[in-house]
C-alpha cells in the first residue's frame, strides 16, 4: 500500500495538469511497482508561491526562473522494491512532471521512503500485521 504526496505550486498548475500529474503517478505506481490500484493513496498539497522556497527566495519572487515546481514522496514498506525499480520509477516521475508541467532540473524532487512495517500502516493495524492476515486468508 504506497502512500504518495505529490507537492504542486498552486498558480503554475491547472486542474487539467494536476489531473494528469495524479493519473500518471497511479499509472507508475501500478505499472512499475506493480501495486494494487484499490490500495495505493495519493495525497496531493497546493502550496502558495510564497511557501516553495530555492536558495532562500520564495518562487513568487522568481516564477519564471523554475517553471513548475513539484515534489513527489511515495512510502512504501521496507525490502517491497528493488534499487532498479526504484530508479525506474525516479526517471518516469521525472518524465511525467516534465510532460504535465515542463523541464526544470531544480524545483522537482522525488523521495521513495522505505518504511518499517511495524512501524506505519493503516485501518488500525501494521503493515507486519496486514502481510500476516493476507498469509492466513
Known amino acids: 500500500m504506497p502512500f ?14 494536476k489531473r494528469k500529474l495524479v493519473d500518471g503517478l497511479m499509472d507508475i505506481i501500478t505499472g512499475i511497482m506493480q501495486r494494487e ?3 495505493t ?5 497546493e502550496l502558495d508561491a510564497s511557501n516553495w522556497i530555492i536558495g532562500g527566495k520564495p518562487l513568487a ?3 519564471e ?6 515534489s513527489v514522496q511515495i512510502k512504501i514498506s521496507k ?3 528493488n534499487p532498479e ?8 516521475g521525472k518524465s511525467l512532471i ?5 523541464q526544470n532540473e531544480m524545483t522537482n524532487y522525488f523521495i521513495i521512503e522505505e518504511l518499517n512495517p511495524d512501524g506505519w500502516g493503516f485501518d488500525g493495524m501494521t503493515m507486519t500485521e496486514i502481510n500476516q492476515k493476507e498469509k492466513q486468508d
Not at 504518495?4 to 495538469?17: A, C, F, M, T, Y
Not at 493513496?41 to 498539497?45: A, P
Not at 526562473?65 to 513539484?70: D, I, V
Not at 516534465?98 to 515542463?102: C, D, F, I, P
Open 79 to 81: 525490502g517491497t522494491s
Open 61 to 63: 519572487v522568481n516564477p
Open 4 to 17: 504518495v504526496q505529490l507537492k504542486i505550486v498552486r498558480e503554475q498548475v491547472s486542474p487539467g495538469q
Open 37 to 39: 490500484r484499490d490500495l
Open 85 to 92: 525499480e526504484m530508479a525506474k520509477v525516479m526517471q518516469a
Open 65 to 70: 526562473q523554475h517553471g513548475g515546481a513539484a
Open 98 to 102: 516534465a510532460q504535465v508541467l515542463g
Open 41 to 45: 493513496v495519493i495525497t496531493v498539497d
